[in-house]
């Protein structure tokens, strides 16, 4: 459970802390994707849509450029850079955490050397270009499994006659199953090797081992989307369950998991830099993600954090009786069951909607109250009285206690400001997700009469300004709230507060990644001290 609840996953130049569950977006940048084909093949579309799943909530955004849907049609490395480059420059230019989900090597070293933080590949890492890409950078590496989990997932079975007749009826019963797994599986031989109109000289122009990896690809989806299973027959003298053995399953899927990330590894690839992905969907029927959904707790004892991408997948529409674009709800159900279990990254189309179950089912099931600082400011009227009132009003939120206020200081004026600032820096404790939190601080500028330039990059007067500017254990990126704060390491007027509260602010933040600057380079220098804030 320790190992669980406080392991990370280092991805670039960034840790993910996983005492909490964390959210990857799904961008989709194709026409044919089989939930939002075609919504955000326009670039500057799909741009906008990756900075609003980061100010909805999402720690990571997850651009593909190639649907993989069943019966998909394989894009090449040119078209599909062509689709995502763009979008992935755009993305990390604006400072989002992109991870780019993709089957070419050549795809994803441009998009690393653009900046990407992630590789998420759908063939699990089996091409040794991909190797020695994890192997060369430090971008967080996703293994996905796709292919079938054993070779007649059947519905498992138990005897209940031990008569002669029963064990032959049981006798005839496996053989007919194994005929027709012999059959099935020269159909798919017959129907891999003789289909026509995939356009055969292209695919004779890609290289041999990216041309087997692919036909292994379709195969497994061409298996998916026509619905192989098992014929309803129930014999006499035999209980059937619902579900087929989950042995053969879970050894498969598990054990090709262990040996791709055993493979980067033993390339040199930090085990903190794995993540682990089932595959849900990828030459699986239903009954099978079902029954690997129910082994994530098994899945997470591997000791790699474990994906779980069921987002608006069959087996979702198979629990809930919907169809794919009906399906959000459903995911959020699966998905909370697997964070419960071990899962934690949630991967999702619906961000908004993941976010905020996740809000609410982890503060009930996982109480977590975490350390946080806010700084205030005031440049207008009763300073010292806004402060005081704004402490106040902090305190009042759900969720949420001040646990100790630095002294108000007056500094001198910084980033367009034209008069000195009264400043403080307050420490609370609190158990609402980082973008809650922002909004209930906003909340207490519009109660305090703050107004607000828009449009405008220079700052006005302001009764009060309320910054969160660090968390424990989080990491954020977007338009709305970057954190930790992008200007903490270099405000005098922030550091100098800080050492109210405890011994070494620079150091204790240069150990959590913020880079502190030197007294000389900083701004808004402290002017005086304005004394002490009576807050309790």
């Not at 795809?107 to 653009?114: D, I, K, P, S, T």
């Not at 903490?488 to 405890?502: A, I, K, N, Q, T």
């Not at 007294?519 to 304005?530: F, H, K, S, T």
Request: glycine share 10%.
């Amino acid at each position: 459970m320790l190992n669980r609840d406080y392991s990370t996953w280092r991805i670039g130049g960034r840790e993910l802390t996983l005492a909490r569950p964390r959210v990857m977006g799904i961008l989709n940048v194709t026409p044919d994707s089989f939930s939002d084909g075609g919504s955000y093949a326009d670039a500057d579309a799909a741009v906008e849509r990756g900075m609003r799943m980061l100010d909805e909530g999402a720690d990571l955004v997850d651009v593909g450029g190639e649907s993989t849907r069943p019966g998909f049609e394989p894009v090449d490395a040119e078209e599909e850079a062509r689709r995502v480059v763009p979008v992935v420059r755009a993305l990390v230019a604006e400072g989002a955490p992109v991870s780019i989900d993709t089957r070419h090597a050549e795809v994803a070293r441009m998009c690393v050397r653009l900046g990407a933080s992630v590789v998420n590949d759908v063939t699990g890492f089996t091409d040794q270009r991909m190797i020695d890409l994890a192997a060369e950078t430090d971008v967080g590496c996703v293994v996905m499994h796709a292919g079938l989990v054993a070779p007649s997932a059947r519905r498992r079975s138990v005897t209940l006659d031990s008569s002669a007749e029963a064990r032959e009826a049981e006798a005839r019963r496996r053989a007919a199953a194994e005929a027709e797994a012999a059959g099935e599986a020269a159909e798919d031989d017959e129907a891999e090797g003789g289909e026509e109109g995939r356009g055969q000289d292209a695919r004779d122009a890609i290289p041999a081992d990216e041309r087997a990896a692919l036909d292994q690809l379709e195969a497994v989806m061409e298996r998916t989307a026509r619905g192989i299973s098992e014929p309803t027959v129930r014999l006499a003298g035999a209980r059937r369950y619902t579900l087929p053995d989950d042995g053969p399953i879970m050894r498969q899927v598990m054990g090709f998991l262990a040996d791709r990330a055993r493979t980067l590894m033993r390339a040199g690839v930090d085990q903190r830099r794995i993540c682990v992905d089932p595959g849900a969907g990828f030459g699986k029927q239903v009954a099978e993600d079902l029954v690997i959904q129910r082994a994530t707790a098994q899945m997470a004892s591997m000791g790699y954090p474990l994906m779980c991408a069921v987002s608006r997948k069959r087996v979702t529409g198979a629990l809930s009786g919907t169809d794919v674009d009906e399906r959000d709800e459903a995911t959020f159900g699966m998905a909370l069951a697997a964070a419960e279990a071990g899962a934690r990254v949630l991967r999702v189309h619906d961000v908004r909607g993941m976010v905020r179950a996740l809000d609410a089912y982890w503060g009930v099931a996982h109480p977590n109250p975490r350390r946080a600082f806010v700084g205030l400011g005031s440049n207008v009227g009763d300073r010292l009285g806004y402060l005081l009132r704004a402490v106040r009003l902090i305190d009042e939120v759900p969720l949420t206690a001040v646990t100790g206020v630095s002294a108000a200081y007056e500094s001198e004026p910084a980033y367009g400001i034209a008069t000195p600032v009264a400043n403080c820096v307050v420490e609370l404790r609190t158990e609402l997700d980082p973008l809650v939190l922002l909004d209930a601080l906003l909340g207490v500028e519009d109660r305090l009469g703050r107004t607000r330039r828009e449009g405008s990059d220079v700052p006005g007067p302001r009764t009060i300004d309320c910054d969160l500017l660090w968390m424990d254990g989080e990491v954020h990126s977007g338009r709305r709230l970057t954190l930790p704060h992008p200007g903490l390491g270099e405000r005098h007027f922030v550091l100098e507060p800080l050492e109210d509260l405890m011994r070494g602010a620079a150091r204790f933040l240069s150990h959590h990644g913020v880079e502190v600057a030197d007294e000389g380079d900083r701004v808004g220098a402290i002017r005086r001290e304005l004394g002490e804030l009576p807050w309790r």
